[in-house]
């Protein structure tokens, strides 16, 4: 269960740090309207916005602006929230807030207006991370997807799908309660039929948040290979600039490059490595260390191929250090100096691209496989924006139903991988969570959210 929120006054700038037209001073509390008369000098009618002179505790005039009064309930955390809307100078916005303390608020701590609004069940915490989500969305796609989830619609499938667990719990309690009615009551209550429903229900729920999550998170796709292969070329050809050096010396990436690129609105973090070879060289030795790091922490491996020399056994020696759970593509590059035809195929259980990283030969393909290959749908249509804890919490619910399925003729036990099953999903939206979660997700909020 959540612990009670605090009933203390606090108090952040809400705006971007740095200077802009309007800055935003907000408050949240109890019994605000006594604050809001001695700071705009005037009584606040709640919900309007009032023109005003902000004064310090000697009278001297701060800023003018509007202050807005929401009485609680009805207000974005449940409780009394000021606002006060003067210019966006940060000296400006400094002096407001210094008032704003020395009349008796705090300062606000990172999330904690949200977390307020969560704790005073304005919004559930799947709501609540969604606030976050929006603010930090790199793409069109992903601040639709953000804004979905805020109105509730990744919470109302989870809700559907606890009401389904309710029910059938129901089922299973009766029979504990009334054991005379024994197994035959579970199966002419179908429990086995509504108990397959809804972990197909529980699968497609999966999926959309699974493309959620890479709308949100992204994918890390690094780029390894010998030296020469053309692993910086190819990197700028996808960033479509010059982020990388490309010269025909070995070696001269020496560390990893990376570059944000945006594929159908997916983010995608391409790590340019420095090139796979026994060497001698401290630098690139250290270079080298690096990118077999940031293979560990890969989505996907591109593993480029000299076209003209094909797959060599020092590429073998790479493939066969690879983690085995890492998908990968082998590209083979400079076809352009090869004649070989552009086009991707499979061969031997792997995918295959070929191009020309240089002259800008397939690289639509390479582009449409590396969205296959991350399990991209091709659209945002009705997906909310998720994260990685809601898929954990997902995938522990249906591990629980699969357990159930399995000893569903064990009473008590399906009675036990049902409520199990239950917790596992009420915990996206806050009904059975830590504190501790909540301070690990709230924190990393900005202040003034």
Known sequence: MTQSPRRDTIAAIATAPGRGGVGVVRISGTGLAELGLTLAGKPLKPRHAHYADFRSSDGELIDQGLALFF??????????????????????????????????????????????????????????????????????????????????????????????????????????????????????????????????????????????????????????????????????????????????????????????????????HIIDTAGLRQTDDTVEQIGIARTWAAVEKADLALLLIDSREGITEHDRDILGRLPERLPRVHVFNKVDLTGEAVGHAEEDGHAVLRLSAKAGLGLDELKRTLLDMVGWGGTDAGVFLARERHLDAIRRAASHLETAALVWQQVELFAEELRLAQNALASITGEFSADDLLGEIFSRFCIGK
């Open 71 to 268: 009485p609680g309930p009805h207000s974005f955390t449940g409780e009394d929230v000021l606002e006060l809307q003067g210019h966006g100078g940060p000296v400006v916005m400094q002096m407001l807030l210094r008032r704003c303390l020395e009349l008796g608020a705090r300062l606000a701590e990172p999330g904690e207006f949200t977390r307020r609004a969560f704790l005073n069940d304005k919004l559930d915490l799947a709501q609540a991370e969604s606030v976050a989500d929006l603010i930090d969305a790199g793409s069109e796609a992903a601040a639709r997807s953000a804004l979905r989830s805020l109105a509730g619609a990744f919470s109302g499938e989870i809700h559907t799908l606890v009401e389904q667990l309710i029910n059938l719990r129901m089922l299973v309690e009766a029979t504990l309660d009334f054991p005379e009615e024994d197994i035959d009551f579970l199966e002419a209550a179908d429990a086995r039929g509504k108990l397959a429903s809804l972990h197909g229900q529980l699968q497609k729920v999966f999926g959309t948040a699974r493309q959620g999550s890479l709308l949100r998170e992204g994918m890390h796709v690094v780029l390894i290979g010998q030296p020469n292969v053309g692993k910086s070329s190819l990197m700028n050809a996808l960033a479509g600039e010059d982020v990388a050096i490309v010269t025909d010396i070995a070696g001269t990436t020496r560390d990893t490059v990376r570059e944000l690129i945006q594929l159908d609105g997916v983010p995608m």
